[in-house]
């Protein structure tokens, strides 16, 4: 099962399962106080309406006015009215000038994976192994990130070391993950702190702001060597670096050390992780398989790299209000009744 912090930010404050149009706001919405002449002249309508049926009535000979008069469409004859208040009401709205948040690819965006190397990645508790799934989910993640985005690749076991720096060229970071080896201990502190140097060496040297970053780290388990986790933690939240993390095996993991027989069990450490990425502003998540790894970064890949900004789309307002008044129009010619 995936397990995901609820952890969010929204340009706009409304719920994040909006339409296609994303979280939609009006920046004149003023202008939406129009809709009540709209409303006026639905009552004036009906008040037409009831009025012409009373008059109808006095008639004395109503045999003599269903011969000389055809027989109307009935109440289908009101379709082309609402018809073209609605496309009034679609004019308004457009007259208002909606927008909506969209995800706009962030061309100078950097994202670092930091991946676990320890030999606690040996078990297979995850077929064929832990670091097998890793290499293979990583693969998958370097493919769906928008090729505009810089990546990186940190390894990490005993020591952190900068495999990749942050670069556009995907298969450099692809062969650098296919020729990840284990080794003892484990370092998540200084993995960290290797993942913020990456993204602080790119900063330009005329002072430009540095783009927008992230670190996308996965473990199975917990520090053991180097600096520890909350000093981790405080450098990314003063560099306002989120990091996600995701807590890849199962509590049933063993690993069987050259030279002794005896199984050593691994579990995962997913509190340890959960803490980071709460203190950081990332997100967190658990995955006891590859294709529960695969899908953790098919969404971590899906929301990094990208800005939300707010986008007109009037023009879906008009064109939905000229098809409403069209309709209208061609209703009225088809429906319309003349007395001979």
């Keep these: 099962m995936i397990a995901q912090s609820t952890d969010s930010t929204n340009l706009i404050d409304t719920d994040e399962s909006s339409g296609f149009l994303g979280d939609l706001v009006f920046q004149h919405p003023g202008r939406l106080w129009l809709a009540l002449a709209v409303l006026g002249a639905v009552i ?156 602080d060496d790119m900063l330009p040297e005329d002072g430009v702001a540095l783009p927008p970053a992230r670190v996308v780290l996965m473990s199975d388990g917990e520090t053991t060597v180097g600096r520890q986790d909350e000093l981790a933690i405080e450098a990314a939240r003063q560099a306002a670096i989120p990091i996600s993390t995701i807590a890849f095996g199962t509590d049933g993991g063993e690993i069987v050390l050259e030279g002794d027989p005896r199984p050593i069990p691994v579990p995962v450490n997913e509190s340890a992780l959960s803490l980071i990425a709460d203190g950081t502003g990332g997100e967190f998540f658990t995955a006891a398989s590859t294709d529960e790894l695969r899908e953790v970064y098919t969404d971590i890949g899906s929301a990094v790299g990208f800005d939300e900004e707010l986008a007109p789309v009037t023009a879906w307002f008009i064109g939905a209000a000229l098809l409403l008044l069209l309709a209208a129009w061609l209703l009225s010619l088809l429906w319309r009744t003349n007395l001979p």
């Excluded at 009373?54 to 008639?59: C, E, N, S, T």
């Excluded at 007259?95 to 670092?112: G, L, Y």
């Excluded at 990583?138 to 928008?146: I, N, R, S, T, Y």
């Excluded at 020591?159 to 296919?178: D, E, G, L, Y």
């Design 44 to 199: 004036v309508y009906v008040l037409v309406q009831l009025r012409q049926r009373q008059y109808a009535v006095r008639f004395t000979n109503v045999d003599l006015i269903d011969k000389v008069a055809p027989e109307g469409p009935g109440w289908y004859r009101h379709i082309p009215t609402a018809l073209f208040m609605a496309g009034m009401i679609g004019g308004i709205l457009a007259f208002a000038e909606p927008a909506a948040t969209q995800e706009i690819p962030s061309e100078r965006a950097t994202v670092i994976m930091a991946i676990d190397t320890s030999l606690s990645m040996m078990a297979d508790d995850v077929a064929p192994t832990r670091i097998d799934g890793a290499k293979e989910a990583a693969q998958g993640f370097v493919d769906e990130l928008p090729p505009e985005i810089n990546l990186g690749l940190v390894s990490f076991n005993g020591i952190a070391t900068i495999r990749i720096p942050p670069t556009t060229n995907r298969s450099a970071v692809k062969a650098a993950i296919a020729d990840l080896d284990l080794g003892e201990a484990t370092a998540i502190g200084e993995a960290i702190f290797a993942s913020l140097q990456a993204i």
